[in-house]
């Protein structure tokens, strides 16, 4: 199975000590590298240590933000990004992040 990750939800599982933990486990997880690049805490770079995948947009998934966001104006850019990256992977989106899951179910 494929995974996207949000910088929420990596964080919250860092806060609660889960997080190492997640990264074993036997699935594909990927975050934007733009989201692993943004976090302090915990630092991306480790994040990839521990088994993270590091993923760009394309130039069509690129485009694709600029329609999720004119149309969901309510999300962060990064969360569009995350959104536009599970659709085209067809990937299951792990957030806590109500609006977004709102709009992952559309």
């Given at each position: 199975m494929v995974f996207i990750v949000n910088s929420s939800t990596l964080i919250n599982l860092h806060r609660g000590g889960?997080?190492?933990?997640?990264?074993?486990?036997?699935?594909k997880l990927f975050a934007l590298?733009?989201?692993i690049?943004?976090?302090?805490?915990?630092?991306g770079?480790?994040?990839i240590k521990y088994g993270l995948i590091s993923r760009k947009l394309?130039?069509?998934q690129i485009t694709q933000v600029g329609h999720f966001?004119?149309?969901?104006?309510?999300?962060s850019i990064n969360d569009v990004f995350a959104l536009v990256l599970a659709k085209t992977l067809n990937?299951?989106?792990l957030t806590d992040d109500g609006p977004l899951r709102e709009v992952a179910r559309e």
């Open positions: 889960l997080l190492k933990e997640f990264l074993q486990l036997p699935f590298d733009v989201i690049a943004e976090l302090r805490e915990p630092p770079s480790e994040l394309t130039p069509d966001a004119g149309k969901h104006r309510r999300l990937a299951t989106l």
